[in-house]
């Protein structure tokens, strides 16, 4: 097996001003070896795409696995796309036995928000996606709660009331998986204080992020401010996470924490975790859209 | 009971310059009720104390405990310390049913560093020490291994080298508290890498502060570090706390974190950490010595 | 002069549940000296207030100011209200050449925020408000753009639109003045693009808080973001101040800071403003609001 | 001009285990355009190198900069060093209109650290340097005043005194200067009081960084503890830079900041400060001799 990289002039002179729509974003992982970046950057190069941004990593150089992702500007990626894949498919992935993926960095992700009572998580990610902060294109809201309808609507974004009791909760579930059956690109749970059964997430197709009110592993379960309190801890957390059967064991995507003393009570525990949830949230759905996050068994590689 | 406050000129006249030598602390802990701020501050005034800064906390007002410092200049106040704790006692503390200390700010806390083969936790508090600004005096330094021996004296502090084996652990105990009895205030394990007994923790008959090297309680007990990376965490921090027999249970004092990633293997993890560890336990520490941290329960007030 | 403190029994029985209508804070600056804890404290005692919380700040024994806050439990405290500042301006203010203030917890302050097109930090204000996060109740929204009109309406919350040219601005000040006369006790800058005269500053009568988007001083005056960008730094921060003639000048309440790196376009830079921005202002607005703040000449106390 | 790359097989076994002596690291700036990563990855490729680590960075597609920096195995890198680079030279950097760098990770930056009567800075990198965490050979320790030497000699470096009056701050450089012509890649200002003259710094030949105890361009020149206390800023900071002619204007390589509040005095600023600088300064050199920094103007990209 042998590359065969038909050699192009390099042009020094720049490439034209990049338009949204001129970039695209090339995500692989394979197993790792040398000549890897040679063979996908000359790839690009013979494309005619100009790198923008690169970013790699490996586990390990003896049986680890690689993992690259490229921003690059390309003129008509759009309809160049189709195409594109399937070269990469013939002259890289295969060679490299890898998994990729490309698609316009202007495209949005599609995401089905689902929530409970909390408003703080939610109304964040509105808000950033109406500023254009957020990559996403939020499709729909889905609540076992009515609370946060008007809230949404003033939003402009779809509200689906899907009430959910121990006994109808195969129901429930099964309404919500075909309110976003193939609308979806990911779900994203904001503060949404239901258990998902493993069929749920068996069955829903795409990612599944949860935030999660402490920093996991501490705390995990229920009532992790009242347990912090308990146990003194001078810093309290939030961690975004993909969700698993295992529940609070799923890939971190991004925690962080804020300062607490004795001095802070339950309720502005509360009023502080809900600060840091949002914003965890965010960065981990922002990244997410962004391909930024790869699974690497039980944890991620965020570029 | 009546308090019988023999009311004194407020002096509008500023008091003279305070001297480190006229500065003391008084501590007291009781349960809460009305009156307390009131009868203590105007014992202090009476005795022709200016109070400089004072913090207090209640854990309730209703069955809860009262916990106060106050920072306080008075002239001459070391030759008048025992008087003073006499009189505190008899028009203070009984009514109140309270515990208190008082002490001279300037008066030193004998301190015995226990430490193995990592040097960045002792090292830093042995420089602190000397630079003035942990109000310490070290009077001891205790390894189970001679290797830090020349670094210990160069700062000029005494070291005991008692070698620890699982056969000769007890024996190993009854040198360190041979070694201790009687000439320190306060144990600080600095990367000890031995758990202390049960009876060692009895006979020691003075508090002993620990840093563990992760955010208890996430990753309590040994390999922290390593659990941290197979966890995928995206912060790793130090705990300092005061031991317990329960191993890593004791009521945390400090705890701080730093931000990891995928890049961030094992050994950058440890220097990292270590970063984290000496910060946390010199924190600990100089609260601890400034009479800043009060137990209640298995938590901390820290003022 | 002489303090006659009546004395009364200690009552160690705690006192009843606080409801929060029986909450009050008493905020005091006087110049330093002795007795001051005392004669404070033994007039709430004496009042049958119980003291939950109390900070005391002074910045010099010699010369200097002391300041005090303390929040209290007393029964049916709004009746009371005119009495209890009746007999501390006589029994204790006199005496301290005190300023002070007594006010419920429970009584909101009255906000007029002022905003221009950025939508983050009115929102932020506005969603806390809602939520009882913040002890306020938005009496007016004014702008010189309609934009955020609907967003506000969202909020309940009025809004007025008042366009500011430089030909109309002492005309739009006026009616600005004219909006908020005798109904705000705080105006909020939540980046309102327009500088206000020193004849408005004046005439407000009220405090005027500000957000400024570096962490002054920094990067004063307009651009910051480009600013900072092209210093390079490592760094980027907000700034909460009172406003004052000196723009950029006035006492700081509160500052925070984010990481960005030579990947952080100005766009990113904007954003990640935007998020520290509004936690800043919210947080300076809420001491505010809670009497934690205290102007010390150019510099603030923040209890 | 067209570029001729020999194609080899993509070897997917992994390749042996690197040793610390088989890491190499390239660093080019070249102006930005299409195919500069394929030329390079290319290139490595050929010679039979694993890419490790990777990071490139361009400054705009159109009249922008690009920089790269590559961390790779390679076997026997150290005695195929010179030939590598005349090879670089040839096929790559010349098409590239590129500067670049190869050196063996193992290789450290000799450095001569100048410093003054404060021991925070010089002793981390003292002891960061002993226990390999920073990868440096410190040639000397050159100070104006005697005080360090036995510090100094505790880590076994060398110690030279060369006192410095206005008078004979010109002898002074020069004899600055011939201690170090030569012998080193880097000299660290650690709180070295004295301002080097233009002429030194266009003399000394390798690059100066600089230890500043604010958070620039905030409080730029003296006494910024002082100013920061008047100002009444809620945070302080450090910045690390290279020297420049221009004081306090020299590119950042990196700053961090630490939490303060009124009831921080100015000695308690400069305590915290010292921990927050030794922290800036270590980062710094650990980056800068790690060669992640980048001079971009007047800033830097830092990998």
Same mark, same amino acid.
């Given at each position: 097996m042998s590359i065969a990289v038909s050699a192009q002039p390099v042009a020094l002179a720049p490439a034209g001003p990049a338009g949204p729509d001129d970039i695209a974003r090339l995500v692989v992982s394979c197993?790792?070896? /040398?000549g890897i970046v040679a063979l996908i950057s000359s790839f690009l190069y013979r494309q005619g795409a100009n790198i923008l941004q690169s970013d790699q990593f490996s586990t390990?150089? !003896?049986g680890g696995r690689f993992m690259l992702r490229t921003e690059f500007q390309l003129g008509r990626v759009r309809e160049r796309l189709e195409l594109l894949e399937r070269q990469f498919e013939f002259e890289v992935a295969r060679r490299l036995r890898a998994t990729f993926r490309v698609r316009p960095a202007a495209t949005p992700t599609r995401v089905a928000i689902f929530v409970s009572r909390h408003d703080h998580c939610l109304l964040d990610l509105l808000w950033r996606a109406r500023r254009g902060? =957020? /990559?996403?294109?939020?499709?729909t809201v889905i609540s076992?709660?009515?609370?946060?309808e008007r809230d949404v609507a003033g939003f402009g974004a779809p509200f689906v009331h899907i009430p959910v009791t121990p006994a109808t909760k195969a129901e429930a579930e099964s309404a919500q998986l075909d309110a976003i059956a193939g609308q979806v690109d990911l779900v994203v =749970?904001? !503060?949404?204080m239901q258990v998902l059964s493993g069929d749920f997430l068996d069955d829903v197709g795409v990612p599944v992020i949860n935030i999660h009110h402490? &920093? =996991? /592993?501490? &705390?995990?379960?229920?009532?992790p401010y009242e347990r912090a309190k308990a146990r003194g801890v001078k810093l309290i957390g939030a961690t975004a996470h993909y969700a698993t059967e295992d529940l609070d064991e799923g890939p971190i995507i991004e925690q962080d924490v804020v300062r607490v003393s004795h001095r802070t009570g339950v309720p502005d525990l509360v009023r502080k975790g809900a600060d840091i949830e949002r914003a965890v949230l965010a960065r981990a759905v922002d990244w997410h859209c962004a391909d930024r996050v790869f699974v690497d068994g039980s944890t991620t590689v965020v570029f």
């Open positions: 197993p790792d070896g /040398p390990g150089s !003896r902060e =957020l /990559p996403v294109e939020v499709v076992n709660h009515a609370d946060l =749970l904001a !503060r949404y402490s &920093f =996991l /592993p501490a &705390f995990a379960g229920a009532g």
